[in-house]
């Protein structure tokens, strides 16, 4: 059974670092695309990006580029989204989600239960 | 690429048929998906490429379209149908997902 495991809930303040984790099971983590989905309190699905963790390859949606870093760490099979500083407007909860097929764009068939991440002064 | 679900909300009632539309700002193909989120949890895929049923999913939903214009069908809402729906073209980089539409009970 495919699993995304996510890191808990965070409170961090203005301009503090942060790397949130989703750990994988079930399946060749190696082989599969990672992404990320951002959901702003009482909003909407985004995609941030996607990494695959084989040869670390990202990609990144330009509403993202520049403001988090996805990486993958493949002997424990567990892909990281990486804020350097973070801003009150990173609050929200954070998915990882697999893509159906062995392609960066597209359909989500597992997702992880979601990181809550907190910032505030 | 935009997507531009309609309506935002809609009130039902247990076994009525629930229509739902999303609209593309171009051309994707038949590149689009369906998630249901119940509050709380993570979103669930139900269909993708338009119109196959993701595998456990129950057959009372259904979509159907292609290029700019999709529709998801719950043929007969169930108590466990009331949840938000969102749909995902994953046409090109960056994927999006339209704006959600809440199924509530009337």
């Known amino acids: 059974e495919v699993q995304l495991a996510q890191s808990g809930a965070e409170m961090k303040k203005p301009g503090e670092s942060l790397k949130i984790s989703c750990k994988a099971s079930?399946?060749?983590?190696?082989?599969?695309?990672v992404a990320w989905v951002r959901q702003m309190p009482g909003k909407g699905l985004e995609w941030m990006g996607v990494i695959y963790p084989d040869d670390s390859d990202a990609r990144y949606s330009p509403s993202f580029q520049g403001h988090v870093t996805i990486s993958a760490d493949m002997s424990i099979s567990t892909a990281y989204l990486h804020w350097s500083s973070l801003k009150a407007s990173d609050t929200a909860i954070y998915y990882c989600a697999r893509p159906h097929y062995g392609q960066p764009f597209s359909p989500f068939d597992s997702w992880g239960q979601g990181t809550l991440v907190t910032v505030s002064s | 690429i935009q997507l531009t679900q309609s309506p935002p909300s809609l009130s039902a009632s247990v076994g009525d048929r629930v229509t739902i539309t999303c609209r593309a700002s171009q051309g994707i193909r038949d590149n689009l998906a369906w998630y249901q989120q119940k509050p709380g949890k993570a979103p669930n895929l139900l269909i993708y490429?338009?119109?196959i049923l993701q595998s456990g999913v129950p057959s009372r939903f259904s979509g159907s379209g292609s290029e700019t214009d999709f529709t998801l069908t719950i043929s007969s809402l169930q108590p466990e149908d009331f949840a938000t729906y969102y749909c995902q073209h994953v046409n090109t980089n960056p994927l999006t997902f339209g704006g959600g539409t809440k199924v509530e009970i009337k």
């Open positions: 490429t338009a119109s």
């Open positions: 079930g399946y060749s983590f190696s082989h599969y695309w």
